[in-house]
T-cell receptor, first 114, second 114 residues
Framework: GDSVTQMEGPVTLSEEAFLTINCTYTATGYPSLFWYVQYPGEGLQLLLKATKADDKGSNKGFEATYRKETTSFHLEKGSVQVSDSAVYFCALRLNGGTASKLTFGTGTRLQVTL | GAVVSQHPSRVICKSGTSVKIECRSLDFQATTMFWYRQFPKQSLMLMATSNEGSKATYEQGVEKDKFLINHASLTLSTLTVTSAHPEDSSFYIC??????????FGQGTRLTVV
């Protein structure tokens, strides 16, 4: 079945450090890929997405490129801030439509310190 | 922009009682909504897909009689945890697709059964 694998956390970085959170996927078709962020005690917010191979999603300094050849969608940010501390989820969606399901990775907790 | 609103954000109930959680789509209609459960420091587990005007579709291993879902209108889905027990304590999150392109999530409900 479809699945998403994320690197284990927590990831602890100093402010202004470079961030990479690895995400790989297994899917029977051609999924859309997403990164969601969850702040403590809250629901999820879409961070960025890519719908086809070689697409790059970007938002708030975060980027991820849809790599079909390596089935990956790694999240990167050049300089993290304390406010980026949260849990990050990689997810895929195989089919379109309002009834399509998201398959989530296990989440990676990021902690950024001063 | 589109918003999914979940209520209540926190609830404490006694063991054996039932608790209802509401999920509303604001400014858009959602024929399908999703209910997730999240354990501490873990990923989201899809519990069920709520379909307006028809029965919900439950994921394997989720007790239908324990977690009652009603999707009575195009903007409201409810999850009722019946005869709650401490093991039902968790963070519950709902979501819906807006225009089939972006999934919006509710703020989540922290249920504590004492």
């Amino acid at each position: 079945g479809d699945s998403v694998t994320q690197m284990e956390g927590p990831v602890t970085l100093s402010e202004e450090a470079f961030l990479t959170i690895n995400c790989t996927y297994t899917a029977t078709g051609y999924p859309s890929l997403f990164w969601y962020v969850q702040y403590p005690g809250e629901g999820l917010q879409l961070l960025l997405k890519a719908t086809k191979a070689d697409d790059k999603g970007s938002n708030k300094g975060f980027e991820a490129t849809y790599r079909k050849e390596t089935t990956s969608f790694h999240l990167e940010k050049g300089s993290v801030q304390v406010s980026d501390s949260a849990v990050y989820f990689c997810a895929l969606r195989l089919n379109g439509g309002t009834a399509s399901k998201l398959t989530f990775g296990t989440g990676t907790r990021l902690q950024v310190t001063l | 922009g589109a918003v999914v609103s979940q209520h209540p954000s926190r609830v404490i109930c006694k063991s054996g009682t039932s608790v209802k959680i509401e999920c509303r789509s604001l400014d858009f209609q959602a024929t399908t909504m999703f209910w997730y459960r999240q354990f501490p420091k873990q990923s989201l587990m899809l519990m069920a897909t709520s379909n307006e005007g028809s029965k919900a579709t439950y994921e394997q291993g989720v007790e239908k009689d324990k977690f009652l879902i009603n999707h009575a209108s195009l903007t409201l889905s409810t999850l009722t945890v019946t005869s709650a027990h401490p093991e039902d304590s968790s963070f519950y999150i709902c979501s819906a697709w807006y225009r089939a392109t972006e999934a919006f999530f509710g703020q989540g409900t922290r249920l504590t059964v004492v």
